[in-house]
């Protein structure tokens, strides 16, 4: 058995049914030594706290073919310990991470032939998964839990890949001042439906929003953290508790400083300050980096110097980078590629 015969090239950020996937079980205080299976279909309770409560959180990375042919994937260590903190926040047990590790590269090497071939601009999406799977009516944590990985390979997140987007500032917040924005749960997404579909409707690709207790500082978008470069080519990303700790843009802030030399700061971002920038965007696993052309604040349009055409040549610059990294063409640093033999 071959690749699969895909479009690789036109395929959107979507669902498709792969041949294997992990389930682990968490019964009586233990994980069980989990397994590959081919039944895609989850069965548990009516009542199972996922379903009554939302209590579940997940992780999403993904695995690359390179260059000379090789299957990789990029730091799923640290997927494991964000899971780590989404399931600490959210009285779940810790899948251990040595066997996070092990079970993303089982999950990768048993679908194989669903990883898009270098060039094709498609990657293979890895999503582990955990949720609690018994009966509770009460509110409180579950006793047994799912802690499971799918693979599904996708094309860009934003339509047109790395065409400019147009995003708004949103007036709904997707977390809280001390709620759940730093972690990778469900509910955080939840809370963002109906405001996304409310932006789609409006014309914009998604929300930029800003700190929940003030309304003043540009913290994310729904599914990404965001890059701004200034005048004189530094990067700027936004510091907060409330937003999730991208590893792409962890990764961001190490290429720019020790690949490219950029001077990178952390700090709080005022919205007042938008119009400062040259280039702005969204950086994330499923968006890589997508630039944003446009910024609207409730009518007020900030186009960014930039424009709607391309992207600028600092994000450029640094896209070119890391997806070099991931795919095998610039040297990665230590421990940021695993190798799926
Ligand atoms: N912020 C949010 C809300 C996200 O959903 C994601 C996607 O995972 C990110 C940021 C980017 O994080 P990462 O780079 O680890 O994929
Ligand atoms: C990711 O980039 O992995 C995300 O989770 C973003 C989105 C698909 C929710």
């Not at 309304?215 to 470069?229: C, D, Q, S």
């Not at 980078?321 to 695993?338: D, R």
Request: charged share 25%; hydrophobic share 35%.
């Amino acid at each position: 058995m071959g690749k699969k015969n895909l479009d690789w090239a036109n395929l959107p950020f979507g669902y498709i049914k792969t041949d294997r996937r992990f389930v682990a079980n968490y019964k009586d205080g233990a994980w069980d030594s989990g397994k590959l299976i081919k039944d895609d279909k989850v069965k548990i309770s009516e009542c199972a706290c996922v379903l009554q409560y939302a209590q579940t959180c997940f992780e999403g990375l993904k695995a690359y073919t390179t260059k000379d042919g090789r299957i990789v994937t990029f730091r799923p260590d640290l997927n494991a310990e964000r899971m780590e903190s989404s399931c600490k926040r959210l009285e779940m047990p810790v899948f251990p991470k040595e066997r996070f590790v092990k079970a993303v590269i089982d999950t990768i090497k048993a679908n194989i032939n669903w990883v898009p071939p270098f060039g094709s601009g498609a990657t293979l999406y890895v999503r582990p998964y955990m949720f609690g799977s018994n009966a509770v009516i009460g509110v409180k944590p579950a006793d047994e839990y799912q802690f499971r990985i799918l693979v599904t390979p996708v094309g860009p997140y934003f339509k047109g890949g790395v065409k400019p987007i147009t995003v708004r500032i949103s007036d709904i917040d997707r977390a809280a001042p001390h709620g759940t924005g730093d972690i990778k749960a469900g509910l955080n997404y939840a809370m963002s439906l109906y405001n996304i579909v409310d932006a789609h409707k409006n014309g914009f690709a998604e929300n930029m929003y800003t700190d929940p207790a003030t309304h003043t500082y540009i913290e994310e978008t729904g599914g990404a953290n965001i890059l701004f470069v200034t005048k004189d080519g530094k990067l700027v990303t936004p510091k907060s508790g409330s937003i999730l700790p991208s590893i792409t843009r962890r990764s961001l802030v190490q290429v720019a400083k020790d690949y490219l030399h950029i001077e990178v700061e952390e700090r709080q971002i005022n919205k007042n300050e938008l119009s400062d920038f040259v280039e702005c965007g969204l950086c994330g696993t499923a968006a890589v980096i997508s630039p944003i052309g446009k910024i609207n604040d409730h009518g007020k349009e900030i186009l960014l110097p930039s424009g709607m055409e391309e992207m600028g040549p600092v994000l450029s610059k640094l896209r070119e980078t890391l997806t070099g990294i991931q795919m095998g063409e610039i040297e990665a640093p230590e421990g940021w590629i695993y190798e799926i033999k």
